[in-house]
């Protein structure tokens, strides 16, 4: 598993590589994350999904989607606007990500259309409101969930 | 009903996926008084088999990732070690490495050295638990007994090294806190030596005792392409044949100079399982030994500024459940921007659910055990039994001894 | 409680206590030094002290963690559903008042803000030995008055 390959993918899904210590990052945009992270799994040797991490950024939502393959992080990373957070799911490819997203959706608020868990709370209490910031986001605080979850 | 000696077989016409309707998204049931905690489970059942399993987390969910962006980065490892009582030496050490490739430092070989040796006797005392704990579902009281008291050997030594049996706070960010105390290092291959002898005699006994062995043999069979789809993690990934271990594919603290053997197996039930785990903790005593032979004198630990630059870090660790991964965001103040944690049993609950499908009630317990959930975490599990119309629940315990009731009238019947 | 310490009853009760253990959103710390307090090394059942099944059986209710919002109906279930005389016993700092999670979002700040607790023990977790030294004075030592009746135990 190589730059070169990850390159390969780059080129055939649009986005651009960057390198660092330990990760080789393909940037791609949102509709094109399926196709690159099941370009990515498909590669030669073994495949393993990680997780999926998603980072508040302010205006934007980046999510990386971490792939091992033995010595190196291929790590696929898209940005999404927090006013319009939804990705395609990679369920379909990567079966493994299904809880990955499901967390994400929770606590990012992150919505991944195709993922059976979308519907109701999977990691955080039901009686969390809908309306309420997710909780991993910058405006939400945690002073404020507790609260609103009656934890005083 | 088949012969146990053939055991349930994975089923190929299960989806992998659940439905997660909106329905079911409810809480299950009424209130239901729950035992040991999270992953409650819900069971529907054909007959007498599960033929589709719901789970429902975050009964254990307390925030801790966004919490951990208010503390600075020492106070964290007190934080996240605190995620699990049992790997929170692998929690700690994730962390501290991950925060610790964001800076240009190099952790002086001594502590590697003093990490490992810490990181495999939580493996020891984790697998004696595990494996004491499979011995408890399965109705093999004694063995649980006797493996937590050999157990108490291993906490012992974590004891005098690093001051407690559970919540260590070893590893910080540089190295370790301390060094070892004047003759922990033979006393460490002595109880090794111990523990390895105490093992060698719990293998005899747990392939030879036939109550113990009708419950593990065959159950909860799984194979590669369950676990190549679903990214398992951990020994449930290596009793399928497939031979991964973080602690070789990407070394870590010394386990470069201290190498562990990839244990495996082909078989994919729980009995390879319980082999797999024995074995780990058996070389996990080699490893202990070779490290304190091998350890180099010098520091062990480096001063690293509290102000950690600015960068991104994944980092994971063989916890003794399988990989715990780390990603560690600094924007170069005194607390971290962003923490990720993903713990090993949260890859293999798809697993765990697979593992399920095709069984009955009885070999609930063992087989959720077998997939070692970070402890008994199926304690409340509810029970649909479509075909009848009826849904009740049950908890862990009644569920434990329903399960040795049932097979002890099979035996008798036999 | 009064009736925990008169007479016949209470003499057999305090040989023989019976716990029912609930892990309300804990690191499971405590609750795996709760079992190795009943493992021969520490031996709780040396004592009479055994867990059950049931909290219908239970004299003494062991809690840990701090008590997130999806544990909080099913503590005050089993609280309901232990006859009476029935002890509480809070072990661990999260148990006691949150402990290390105390401002986390999803964390509870320990459980007697919904049932009322008898005896607590801290530490992180706390020892096996300090485990079973709580709950042996938690049951000989009783008071009479219910002013007293909370100790905490070091």
């Known amino acids: 598993m190589s730059v070169e390959s990850m390159q390969a993918i780059g080129v055939e899904t649009g986005g651009t590589v960057t390198t660092s210590k330990k990760a080789i990052v393909l940037n791609v945009s949102r509709e094109k994350v399926p196709e690159a992270c099941a370009k990515v799994a498909a590669m030669p040797g073994f495949y393993h999904l990680s997780t999926i991490t998603a980072l508040d950024l302010g205006e934007q939502i980046a999510v990386m989607y971490h792939f091992w393959k033995g010595k190196t992080f291929a790590v696929v990373k898209t940005l999404v606007p927090k006013s319009d957070a939804r990705i395609p799911s990679i369920t379909p490819a990567v079966p493994a990500a299904v809880f990955y997203e499901a967390e994400v959706k929770d606590l990012m608020g992150v919505f991944f259309d195709g993922n059976p868990y979308m519907k109701g709370r999977f990691v955080l209490p039901d009686e969390y409101p809908t309306d309420a910031p997710a909780p991993l986001r910058k405006e939400a605080d945690p002073a404020k969930i507790r609260k609103m979850l009656k934890l005083e | 009903m088949s012969d146990n000696t053939e055991g349930p077989h994975y089923t190929e016409s299960s989806a992998g996926l659940m439905e997660y309707s909106a329905e079911s998204a409810m809480p299950f049931g009424p209130v239901h008084p729950s035992l040991k905690e999270p992953e409650y489970f819900k069971l529907i059942l054909e007959g007498e088999r599960i033929v589709q399993v719901m789970p429902r987390i975050g009964y254990v969910h307390r925030g801790i990732e966004r919490a951990a962006q208010d503390r600075t980065w020492v106070k964290n490892v007190y934080l996240v070690e605190r ?14 490495q991950g925060v610790e490739n964001l800076t240009p430092f190099e952790i002086p070989k001594r502590g590697k050295y003093l990490r490992t040796v810490v990181h495999e006797l939580e493996r020891i005392h984790s697998h004696l638990l595990w494996l004491g704990l499979i011995g408890h579902w399965a109705g093999f009281d004694t063995l649980f007994m006797w493996i937590w008291k050999d157990r108490e050997h291993s906490l012992d030594l974590l004891e005098a090294i690093t001051g407690n049996r559970v919540n260590k706070s070893y590893s910080t960010i540089g190295g370790v806190r301390k060094d070892l105390p004047d003759g922990m290092a033979e006393k460490l291959k002595t109880e090794a030596g111990f523990i390895e002898k105490r093992l060698d005699y719990y293998e005899g006994l747990m392939s030879s005792e036939e109550t113990f062995t009708i419950r593990t043999r065959g159950m909860g069979r799984i194979n590669q392409e369950v676990t190549r789809r679903l990214s398992t993690v951990g020994p449930l990934l290596r009793c399928t044949g497939i031979s ?171 | 409680m009064a009736s925990f310490r008169s007479g016949l009853t209470a003499w057999a009760r305090k040989r023989s206590i019976w716990v029912f253990h609930v892990n309300a959103a804990s690191c499971n710390g405590c609750d795996i030094e709760i079992l190795a307090a009943l493992t021969p090394k520490y031996d709780a059942e040396r004592l009479g002290v055994e867990l059950v099944p049931s909290p219908r059986h239970a004299d003494v209710l062991l809690v840990t963690g701090t008590m997130n919002p999806l544990m909080k109906d099913r503590l005050k279930t089993v609280y309901d559903q232990m006859p009476e005389p029935r002890l509480v016993v809070a072990i661990g700092a999260c148990a006691l008042g949150g402990g290390v999670m105390r401002d986390c979002y999803n964390a509870g700040h320990g459980i007697d803000t919904l049932i009322p607790v008898d005896l607590y023990i801290p530490g992180c977790p706390p020892n096996p030995e300090g485990i079973i030294y709580g709950i042996l004075k938690l049951v000989t030592g009783i008071p009479d008055k219910p002013e007293e009746a909370q100790q905490v135990v070091s």
């Open chain 2, 244 to 414: 991964r271990d973080i602690r070789v594919e990407d070394p870590y603290a010394a386990y470069d100079e201290v190498i562990p053997e990839v244990m495996t197996s082909n078989d994919g039930d729980i009995a390879s399982l319980v082999t797999i785990r024995l074995d780990e903790a058996r070389d996990s005593c080699r490893m202990i030994k070779e490290a304190v032979d091998k350890m180099p004198s010098g520091d062990f630990k480096v001063n690293i500024p509290r102000a950690i630059p600015a960068g991104e870090s994944m980092f994971h660790v063989e916890a003794p459940r399988g990989e715990l991964f780390y990603y560690v965001k600094s924007a170069g103040g005194s607390t971290p921007e962003r923490v990720k944690i993903r713990t090993s049993t949260m890859a293999n609950i798809l697993t765990g659910v697979e593992m399920l499908k095709g069984h009955t009630l009885a070999d609930v317990p063992v087989v959720l055990t077998g997939m070692d959930p970070c402890f008994g975490c199926m304690d409340r599990v509810a029970v649909l039994e479509v075909d009848k119309g009826k849904e009740w629940s049950i908890g862990g315990e009644a569920l434990r001894r329903y399960g040795i009731d049932y097979y002890s009238k099979r035996r008798g019947n036999k």
């Open chain 2, 83 to 96: 995620i699990c009582g049992i790997c929170s030496f692998s929690h700690s050490l994730a962390y501290t």
